[in-house]
């Protein structure tokens, strides 16, 4: 676990922003917290903060704003956002004044569009329908590999199963995933999850979502999800 990063991401209402921050998390191997968790962290601790939320009419959710007031001018931050209207437009701007009255650079800013269901969107059942997506969520992989090569990890090897992974020398051994997974793919042993059913899998990522340590990797190429999509197309109920 890297231990000089650390994300914090504030998501309200769809999640939409923590899919972008759990993807840089697994890409930088490093811890990813909510504004009431890293209130209780040392967060000056670290080198590095991302900081990300949904954009509330045009800026980062309070609580967001609040935690970047408690980082100190020897670390350094980069900026994420997921907003509803189809441009960003000048949303991560009281961020960054935040961030430059603290002498804080920031190394790097991400935004991609996600579901959107106030204003005017209710007529409509809702705007940027499945935003972010895996793409989206593969682009902000790329960016903090861009900004931060030196921490970022290759997720192209499996280890111990063909598309899903568990990095032992990670795993706490806390058993969320086994707790979460509607298809039953891991099972306990030695009191650490091994994966026994990996055919099962939907790829569906709440084992990675509700991973604490971002020890979880599930990997596919087109070609596999299609294949996967196949396997369970008969399926009627869990």
Do not use: W
């Not at 998501?11 to 909510?34: F, Q």
């Not at 682009?139 to 970022?152: D, E, S």
């Amino acid at each position: 676990m890297n231990k000089e990063i650390l994300i914090i991401c504030e998501s309200m209402y769809h999640g939409n922003t923590k899919k972008l921050a759990a993807a840089m998390a697994r890409k930088l191997n490093c811890r990813l917290l909510n504004c009431e968790e890293a209130s209780s962290e040392n967060i000056e601790d670290y080198k590095i903060i991302g900081l990300g939320s949904g954009i509330y009419f045009t800026a980062h959710h309070p609580k967001l704003l609040e935690a970047a007031g408690k980082m100190n001018n020897g670390q350094k931050a980069f900026i994420f956002s997921t907003h509803g209207s189809p441009f960003l437009g000048k949303y991560h701007n009281s961020l960054k004044t935040i961030l430059d009255k603290q002498g804080i650079p920031v190394i790097g800013e991400f935004s991609s569009r996600g579901y959107d269901c106030t204003g005017p969107y209710i007529i409509v059942g809702g705007g940027n329908k499945g935003k972010p997506n895996e793409n989206d969520e593969m682009k902000a992989a790329r960016f903090v590999n861009r900004i931060l090569p030196q921490y970022c990890k290759g997720t192209d090897t499996v280890h111990n199963g063909h598309n899903v992974e568990i990095r032992y020398n990670e795993c706490i051994g806390c058993n969320k995933c086994y707790a979460v997974c509607p298809m039953k793919v891991f099972e306990i042993k030695d009191k650490k999850p091994i994966i026994k059913n990996e055919a099962d899998c939907t790829h569906c990522s709440l084992c990675i979502n509700n991973c604490p340590e971002q020890a979880i990797s599930i990997h596919h190429s087109l070609k596999e999800a299609i294949a996967i999509a196949k396997r369970h197309a008969r399926r009627t109920s869990l």
